[in-house]
């Protein structure tokens, strides 16, 4: 005879089930970055598709590109770079967006008819930017 308890086994299973259903999803993040100097090259990998929104800035001219959705947890990162680059950054823009900067030395400036952007995949890019030249 089977125990008026054993239909009740099955409670716990989905009770374990509806919670990790209703759990919040990770914040999506910026898994990989780099700047190749040598090739005016950005690229950067995130763990969720991302639509990046690039421009181009002045005083002091530099490239900005948000991505719009993805989380970066660090205080922001600087990496000091040479002529014509200054620096690159990495950090939190607003809640949600993280921002690169890539910032030139003064006196120089890029087309932004030649910047461009590539997606690898939706989660994979790459922002090759013409050579900067002085102003």
């Known amino acids: 005879m089977k125990s008026r308890w054993s239909k009740f086994s099955v409670l716990p299973?989905?009770?374990l089930?509806?919670?990790v259903i209703a759990a919040p999803a990770e914040a999506a993040v910026l898994q990989f970055w780099r700047f190749d100097a040598n090739a005016n090259?950005?690229?950067f990998l995130t763990d969720v598709s991302v639509q990046p929104r690039v421009q181009l800035l002045n005083n002091p001219t530099r490239l900005v590109v948000d991505l719009p959705g993805i989380i970066f947890s660090r205080?922001?990162?600087?990496?000091?770079?040479?002529?014509?680059?200054?620096e690159i950054r990495v950090g939190r823009f607003e809640e949600q967006t993280t921002r690169i900067v890539?910032?030139?030395s003064p006196g120089y400036t890029l087309d932004p008819d030649e910047v461009q952007v590539r997606g690898a995949?939706?989660?994979?890019w790459s922002i090759d930017l013409p050579t900067p030249r002085r102003f």
């Open 17 to 19: 089930a509806a919670s």
């Open 75 to 86: 205080t922001t990162v600087r990496q000091p770079s040479r002529n014509p680059i200054q």
């Open 41 to 43: 090259r950005l690229v």
């Open 13 to 15: 299973a989905i009770v």
């Open 121 to 124: 995949t939706a989660a994979q």
């Open 102 to 104: 890539v910032e030139l």
